[in-house]
Protein backbone atom coordinates (compact mmCIF):
# COMPACT_ATOMS: atom_id res chain seq x y z
CA UNK A 1 0.00 0.00 0.00
CA UNK A 2 1.23 3.29 -0.96
CA UNK A 3 1.56 4.13 3.11
CA UNK A 4 1.77 7.48 4.97
CA UNK A 5 4.60 8.22 6.81
CA UNK A 6 2.58 8.68 10.10
CA UNK A 7 -0.25 5.42 9.51
CA UNK A 8 0.63 2.46 11.44
CA UNK A 9 0.43 -0.76 9.58
CA UNK A 10 -2.77 -1.72 10.31
CA UNK A 11 -5.81 -3.94 8.07
CA UNK A 12 -7.65 -1.57 9.33
CA UNK A 13 -9.70 -0.12 5.67
CA UNK A 14 -10.71 3.22 6.90
CA UNK A 15 -7.41 4.04 7.56
CA UNK A 16 -6.16 2.40 4.28
CA UNK A 17 -8.47 4.49 2.76
CA UNK A 18 -7.83 7.59 4.78
CA UNK A 19 -3.88 7.12 3.51
CA UNK A 20 -4.81 8.16 0.25
CA UNK A 21 -8.19 10.64 0.75
CA UNK A 22 -7.74 11.85 4.00
CA UNK A 23 -7.08 15.46 3.16
CA UNK A 24 -9.74 17.72 2.31
CA UNK A 25 -8.67 19.25 -0.42
CA UNK A 26 -8.17 15.87 -2.42
CA UNK A 27 -11.55 15.12 -1.35
CA UNK A 28 -12.82 18.23 -2.64
CA UNK A 29 -10.66 17.73 -6.51
CA UNK A 30 -12.64 14.45 -6.35
CA UNK A 31 -16.04 16.05 -5.57
CA UNK A 32 -15.29 18.37 -8.75
CA UNK A 33 -14.72 15.58 -11.01
CA UNK A 34 -17.52 13.87 -10.11
CA UNK A 35 -19.40 16.72 -10.99
CA UNK A 36 -17.89 16.27 -14.68
CA UNK A 37 -14.93 18.62 -14.40
CA UNK A 38 -11.47 16.92 -16.21
CA UNK A 39 -9.12 20.26 -16.79
CA UNK A 40 -7.23 22.00 -14.49
CA UNK A 41 -8.27 24.99 -14.85
CA UNK A 42 -11.81 23.74 -14.20
CA UNK A 43 -10.94 21.98 -11.22
CA UNK A 44 -9.20 25.24 -10.02
CA UNK A 45 -11.58 27.10 -10.05
CA UNK A 46 -14.77 25.53 -8.38
CA UNK A 47 -12.26 23.73 -5.59
CA UNK A 48 -10.27 27.16 -4.92
CA UNK A 49 -7.51 25.60 -4.68
CA UNK A 50 -4.04 27.62 -5.53
CA UNK A 51 -2.32 25.85 -8.66
CA UNK A 52 0.37 24.09 -6.55
CA UNK A 53 -2.04 22.98 -4.04
CA UNK A 54 -4.09 21.28 -6.84
CA UNK A 55 -1.21 19.93 -8.51
CA UNK A 56 0.10 18.24 -5.92
CA UNK A 57 -3.46 16.48 -5.23
CA UNK A 58 -3.63 15.50 -8.66
CA UNK A 59 -0.19 13.67 -8.52
CA UNK A 60 -1.05 12.15 -5.52
CA UNK A 61 -4.62 10.92 -7.13
CA UNK A 62 -2.62 9.92 -9.91
CA UNK A 63 0.20 7.84 -8.10
CA UNK A 64 -2.73 6.32 -5.95
CA UNK A 65 -4.39 5.13 -9.18
CA UNK A 66 -7.70 7.13 -8.61
CA UNK A 67 -7.01 8.96 -11.62
CA UNK A 68 -5.35 8.98 -14.89
CA UNK A 69 -3.88 11.66 -17.54
CA UNK A 70 -4.98 11.90 -21.10
CA UNK A 71 -3.31 14.37 -23.85
CA UNK A 72 -6.53 16.39 -25.29
CA UNK A 73 -3.60 18.95 -27.00
CA UNK A 74 -0.30 18.16 -28.56
CA UNK A 75 1.29 21.99 -28.97
CA UNK A 76 1.39 23.00 -26.23
CA UNK A 77 1.34 19.44 -24.66
CA UNK A 78 -1.83 19.37 -22.00
CA UNK A 79 -3.66 17.14 -20.25
CA UNK A 80 -7.73 16.08 -18.98
CA UNK A 81 -7.80 13.95 -15.67
CA UNK A 82 -10.19 11.40 -15.41
CA UNK A 83 -11.21 8.44 -12.83
CA UNK A 84 -10.36 5.21 -13.31
CA UNK A 85 -12.41 2.35 -11.89
CA UNK A 86 -11.08 2.54 -8.55
CA UNK A 87 -11.10 6.51 -8.48
CA UNK A 88 -15.58 6.28 -9.45
CA UNK A 89 -15.20 3.99 -7.05
CA UNK A 90 -14.97 6.54 -4.55
CA UNK A 91 -18.35 7.72 -5.38
CA UNK A 92 -20.36 6.48 -2.17
CA UNK A 93 -18.19 7.88 0.19
CA UNK A 94 -18.71 11.39 -1.01
CA UNK A 95 -22.98 10.68 -1.34
CA UNK A 96 -22.33 9.43 2.12
CA UNK A 97 -20.60 13.15 3.21
CA UNK A 98 -23.30 15.19 0.38
CA UNK A 99 -25.80 13.32 2.28
CA UNK A 100 -24.60 14.07 6.19
CA UNK A 101 -23.39 17.79 4.92
CA UNK A 102 -26.97 18.39 3.84
CA UNK A 103 -28.59 17.46 6.82
CA UNK A 104 -26.22 19.18 9.52
CA UNK A 105 -24.73 21.96 7.51
CA UNK A 106 -28.55 23.53 5.96
CA UNK A 107 -30.42 26.02 6.96
CA UNK A 108 -33.66 26.65 5.95
CA UNK A 109 -33.10 29.12 3.63
CA UNK A 110 -30.82 26.64 1.19
CA UNK A 111 -32.21 24.08 -0.96
CA UNK A 112 -30.30 20.95 -1.51
CA UNK A 113 -27.55 21.29 -3.59
CA UNK A 114 -27.97 18.84 -5.82
CA UNK A 115 -31.04 17.03 -6.43
CA UNK A 116 -31.34 13.21 -7.71
CA UNK A 117 -33.97 11.71 -9.48
CA UNK A 118 -34.38 8.35 -9.97
CA UNK A 119 -33.97 8.34 -14.03
CA UNK A 120 -36.67 5.15 -14.49
CA UNK A 121 -39.39 6.37 -11.85
CA UNK A 122 -38.84 10.56 -11.82
CA UNK A 123 -38.55 10.64 -8.26
CA UNK A 124 -36.58 12.52 -6.43
CA UNK A 125 -34.45 9.99 -4.26
CA UNK A 126 -33.40 12.55 -1.59
CA UNK A 127 -30.40 12.06 0.86
CA UNK A 128 -30.49 7.80 0.00
CA UNK A 129 -29.77 5.32 -1.96
CA UNK A 130 -33.20 3.35 -1.86
CA UNK A 131 -35.69 5.19 -4.32
CA UNK A 132 -38.61 6.22 -2.42
CA UNK A 133 -40.92 5.09 -5.27
CA UNK A 134 -39.71 2.32 -6.77
CA UNK A 135 -37.96 0.45 -3.06
CA UNK A 136 -34.76 -0.31 -5.28
CA UNK A 137 -31.18 0.53 -4.35
CA UNK A 138 -30.10 3.38 -6.78
CA UNK A 139 -26.49 3.97 -7.87
CA UNK A 140 -24.97 7.27 -9.44
CA UNK A 141 -25.40 5.78 -12.98
CA UNK A 142 -29.28 5.42 -12.32
CA UNK A 143 -29.94 8.91 -11.24
CA UNK A 144 -30.47 12.30 -12.90
CA UNK A 145 -28.24 15.19 -11.44
CA UNK A 146 -29.75 19.11 -11.11
CA UNK A 147 -28.16 22.01 -9.36
CA UNK A 148 -29.63 24.02 -7.19
CA UNK A 149 -30.16 27.72 -8.52
CA UNK A 150 -27.94 28.82 -5.70
CA UNK A 151 -25.46 26.27 -5.93
CA UNK A 152 -25.50 27.29 -10.17
CA UNK A 153 -25.22 31.11 -9.06
CA UNK A 154 -22.28 29.92 -6.72
CA UNK A 155 -20.16 28.15 -9.44
CA UNK A 156 -20.52 30.53 -12.23
CA UNK A 157 -19.71 33.43 -10.12
CA UNK A 158 -16.32 31.48 -9.24
CA UNK A 159 -16.13 30.90 -13.15
CA UNK A 160 -16.65 34.70 -14.19
CA UNK A 161 -13.99 36.16 -11.13
CA UNK A 162 -11.65 33.66 -12.70
CA UNK A 163 -12.45 34.90 -16.21
CA UNK A 164 -11.91 38.65 -15.32
CA UNK A 165 -9.71 40.27 -17.59
CA UNK A 166 -6.95 40.89 -15.40
CA UNK A 167 -6.69 36.90 -15.66
CA UNK A 168 -7.44 36.08 -19.52
CA UNK A 169 -3.82 35.78 -19.41
CA UNK A 170 -3.59 33.21 -17.78
CA UNK A 171 -6.23 31.39 -18.60
CA UNK A 172 -5.61 32.21 -22.47
CA UNK A 173 -6.71 30.39 -25.00
CA UNK A 174 -7.98 26.74 -25.19
CA UNK A 175 -7.80 26.46 -21.82
CA UNK A 176 -11.60 24.25 -23.23
CA UNK A 177 -13.48 25.31 -19.93
CA UNK A 178 -16.94 23.34 -20.66
CA UNK A 179 -19.32 24.58 -17.49
CA UNK A 180 -20.95 21.62 -15.29
CA UNK A 181 -20.35 18.66 -16.82
CA UNK A 182 -22.80 16.18 -16.46
CA UNK A 183 -25.46 18.38 -14.19
CA UNK A 184 -27.93 20.33 -15.31
CA UNK A 185 -29.11 23.52 -13.75
CA UNK A 186 -33.07 23.64 -13.47
CA UNK A 187 -33.65 26.96 -15.34
CA UNK B 1 -21.62 27.50 9.58
CA UNK B 2 -18.04 26.55 12.21
CA UNK B 3 -15.88 27.91 9.27
CA UNK B 4 -12.30 26.80 7.72
CA UNK B 5 -10.31 30.26 7.15
CA UNK B 6 -9.29 28.60 3.61
CA UNK B 7 -12.84 27.31 3.01
CA UNK B 8 -15.13 29.62 -0.09
CA UNK B 9 -18.55 30.31 1.30
CA UNK B 10 -20.41 27.71 -0.43
CA UNK B 11 -24.16 25.91 -0.47
CA UNK B 12 -21.99 22.46 -1.73
CA UNK B 13 -22.49 19.71 1.65
CA UNK B 14 -19.25 17.65 0.57
CA UNK B 15 -17.12 20.87 1.43
CA UNK B 16 -19.30 21.96 4.17
CA UNK B 17 -18.52 18.29 5.77
CA UNK B 18 -15.10 18.54 4.90
CA UNK B 19 -14.81 21.72 6.52
CA UNK B 20 -15.24 19.60 10.13
CA UNK B 21 -14.47 16.23 8.91
CA UNK B 22 -11.42 17.17 6.51
CA UNK B 23 -8.49 15.81 8.39
CA UNK B 24 -7.45 12.04 8.56
CA UNK B 25 -7.13 12.20 12.06
CA UNK B 26 -10.50 13.12 12.89
CA UNK B 27 -12.07 10.10 11.02
CA UNK B 28 -9.82 7.75 12.53
CA UNK B 29 -10.76 9.18 15.87
CA UNK B 30 -14.53 8.57 14.39
CA UNK B 31 -13.61 5.60 13.70
CA UNK B 32 -12.77 4.57 17.00
CA UNK B 33 -15.31 6.11 18.70
CA UNK B 34 -17.96 4.16 16.16
CA UNK B 35 -15.49 0.99 17.54
CA UNK B 36 -17.31 1.48 21.13
CA UNK B 37 -13.90 3.72 22.78
CA UNK B 38 -15.36 6.35 24.93
CA UNK B 39 -11.92 7.27 26.74
CA UNK B 40 -8.98 9.01 25.74
CA UNK B 41 -6.65 6.55 26.12
CA UNK B 42 -8.55 3.96 24.34
CA UNK B 43 -8.62 6.32 21.34
CA UNK B 44 -5.15 6.81 21.50
CA UNK B 45 -3.96 3.21 21.44
CA UNK B 46 -5.91 2.62 18.34
CA UNK B 47 -4.95 5.47 16.57
CA UNK B 48 -1.95 5.76 17.47
CA UNK B 49 -2.06 9.95 17.73
CA UNK B 50 -0.10 11.78 19.83
CA UNK B 51 -1.87 12.92 23.34
CA UNK B 52 -2.01 16.97 21.90
CA UNK B 53 -2.99 15.31 18.49
CA UNK B 54 -5.82 13.53 19.88
CA UNK B 55 -6.76 16.63 22.58
CA UNK B 56 -6.86 19.35 19.34
CA UNK B 57 -9.33 16.63 17.41
CA UNK B 58 -11.69 16.12 20.48
CA UNK B 59 -11.86 19.48 21.27
CA UNK B 60 -12.81 20.56 17.47
CA UNK B 61 -15.33 17.29 17.28
CA UNK B 62 -16.96 18.79 20.90
CA UNK B 63 -16.99 22.88 18.76
CA UNK B 64 -18.71 20.95 15.93
CA UNK B 65 -21.17 19.70 18.11
CA UNK B 66 -20.10 15.80 17.30
CA UNK B 67 -19.43 14.58 19.96
CA UNK B 68 -19.86 15.53 24.04
CA UNK B 69 -18.01 14.70 27.15
CA UNK B 70 -19.49 13.06 30.25
CA UNK B 71 -17.03 13.01 33.78
CA UNK B 72 -16.77 9.63 35.11
CA UNK B 73 -14.79 10.21 37.60
CA UNK B 74 -14.94 13.49 40.40
CA UNK B 75 -11.90 13.02 41.63
CA UNK B 76 -9.85 13.15 39.55
CA UNK B 77 -12.27 14.97 37.25
CA UNK B 78 -12.31 12.87 33.92
CA UNK B 79 -14.21 12.69 30.91
CA UNK B 80 -15.89 10.14 28.71
CA UNK B 81 -16.36 10.91 25.05
CA UNK B 82 -19.78 10.07 23.34
CA UNK B 83 -21.02 10.51 19.77
CA UNK B 84 -24.01 12.94 19.54
CA UNK B 85 -26.62 11.99 17.43
CA UNK B 86 -24.56 14.30 14.55
CA UNK B 87 -21.53 12.45 15.35
CA UNK B 88 -23.65 8.96 14.59
CA UNK B 89 -24.68 10.46 11.63
CA UNK B 90 -21.62 10.12 10.12
CA UNK B 91 -21.67 6.43 10.54
CA UNK B 92 -22.64 6.24 6.29
CA UNK B 93 -19.46 7.43 5.69
CA UNK B 94 -16.73 6.03 7.58
CA UNK B 95 -18.78 2.63 6.31
CA UNK B 96 -18.48 3.81 2.46
CA UNK B 97 -14.69 4.77 3.27
CA UNK B 98 -14.58 0.99 4.58
CA UNK B 99 -16.23 -0.35 1.96
CA UNK B 100 -13.51 1.35 -0.73
CA UNK B 101 -10.27 0.29 1.61
CA UNK B 102 -11.54 -3.66 1.94
CA UNK B 103 -12.22 -3.17 -1.86
CA UNK B 104 -9.01 -1.45 -3.02
CA UNK B 105 -6.75 -1.79 -0.39
CA UNK B 106 -6.69 -5.52 0.56
CA UNK B 107 -4.33 -8.03 -1.03
CA UNK B 108 -6.00 -11.81 -0.92
CA UNK B 109 -3.71 -13.02 2.52
CA UNK B 110 -5.91 -10.49 3.99
CA UNK B 111 -9.61 -10.67 5.90
CA UNK B 112 -11.73 -8.47 5.64
CA UNK B 113 -11.46 -6.63 9.08
CA UNK B 114 -15.01 -6.34 10.57
CA UNK B 115 -17.53 -8.72 9.17
CA UNK B 116 -21.42 -7.46 9.54
CA UNK B 117 -23.74 -9.70 9.47
CA UNK B 118 -27.63 -9.45 9.32
CA UNK B 119 -28.77 -9.79 12.65
CA UNK B 120 -32.52 -10.86 11.37
CA UNK B 121 -31.19 -13.38 9.25
CA UNK B 122 -27.70 -14.17 10.09
CA UNK B 123 -26.36 -13.26 6.75
CA UNK B 124 -23.29 -11.47 6.15
CA UNK B 125 -24.24 -8.44 4.19
CA UNK B 126 -20.15 -7.78 2.91
CA UNK B 127 -19.71 -4.56 2.03
CA UNK B 128 -23.25 -3.10 1.25
CA UNK B 129 -25.88 -1.61 2.36
CA UNK B 130 -28.37 -4.24 1.78
CA UNK B 131 -28.64 -7.32 3.06
CA UNK B 132 -28.16 -10.15 -0.50
CA UNK B 133 -30.27 -12.59 1.80
CA UNK B 134 -33.49 -10.40 2.89
CA UNK B 135 -32.97 -7.78 -0.18
CA UNK B 136 -33.74 -5.36 2.50
CA UNK B 137 -31.42 -2.26 3.11
CA UNK B 138 -29.86 -2.45 6.48
CA UNK B 139 -28.26 -0.45 9.43
CA UNK B 140 -25.50 -0.82 11.66
CA UNK B 141 -27.93 -1.44 14.46
CA UNK B 142 -28.86 -4.30 11.85
CA UNK B 143 -26.22 -5.77 12.31
CA UNK B 144 -23.44 -7.94 14.16
CA UNK B 145 -19.82 -6.75 13.88
CA UNK B 146 -17.05 -9.51 14.22
CA UNK B 147 -13.26 -8.83 13.18
CA UNK B 148 -10.86 -10.70 11.82
CA UNK B 149 -8.02 -12.21 14.15
CA UNK B 150 -6.14 -10.43 12.25
CA UNK B 151 -7.39 -7.01 13.02
CA UNK B 152 -8.09 -8.14 16.78
CA UNK B 153 -4.33 -9.38 17.12
CA UNK B 154 -3.04 -5.68 16.09
CA UNK B 155 -5.12 -4.13 18.13
CA UNK B 156 -4.48 -6.11 21.36
CA UNK B 157 -0.61 -5.77 20.35
CA UNK B 158 -0.82 -1.58 20.50
CA UNK B 159 -2.98 -2.02 23.76
CA UNK B 160 -0.13 -4.49 24.98
CA UNK B 161 2.81 -1.79 23.97
CA UNK B 162 0.96 1.11 25.43
CA UNK B 163 0.45 -1.01 28.63
CA UNK B 164 4.08 -1.91 28.89
CA UNK B 165 5.61 -1.15 32.01
CA UNK B 166 7.26 1.75 31.05
CA UNK B 167 4.05 3.66 30.52
CA UNK B 168 2.38 2.17 33.94
CA UNK B 169 2.96 5.40 35.60
CA UNK B 170 1.13 7.74 32.85
CA UNK B 171 -1.90 5.22 32.38
CA UNK B 172 -1.96 4.85 35.99
CA UNK B 173 -4.89 3.58 37.61
CA UNK B 174 -8.69 3.91 36.60
CA UNK B 175 -7.71 4.17 32.53
CA UNK B 176 -10.72 2.63 32.45
CA UNK B 177 -9.80 0.68 29.44
CA UNK B 178 -12.30 -2.31 28.36
CA UNK B 179 -11.19 -3.12 25.15
CA UNK B 180 -12.97 -3.21 22.55
CA UNK B 181 -16.58 -2.15 22.87
CA UNK B 182 -19.32 -3.37 20.67
CA UNK B 183 -16.85 -5.68 18.33
CA UNK B 184 -16.98 -8.99 19.16
CA UNK B 185 -13.55 -10.85 17.75
CA UNK B 186 -14.70 -14.68 16.28
CA UNK B 187 -12.74 -16.99 18.32
Keep these: MAGNAEAPDTVCPVARSLDVVGDRWTVLVLREMFMGAV?????QIQTQATPQMLTTRLKSLEASGMIE?????????????????KGRAFYPVIYALRGWGETWFKDESEEVAVRFVHRE????????????????????????????????????????AFKAPAKTAVLGAGSGFTGDGFITNGN
Tied chains: 1, 2.
Design 39 to 43: RFEEI
Design 121 to 160: CGHDVGLGTVCPECGVQVERKDLDATMSDQFAAERAERRA
Design 69 to 85: RHPYSEKPLRHEYRLTE
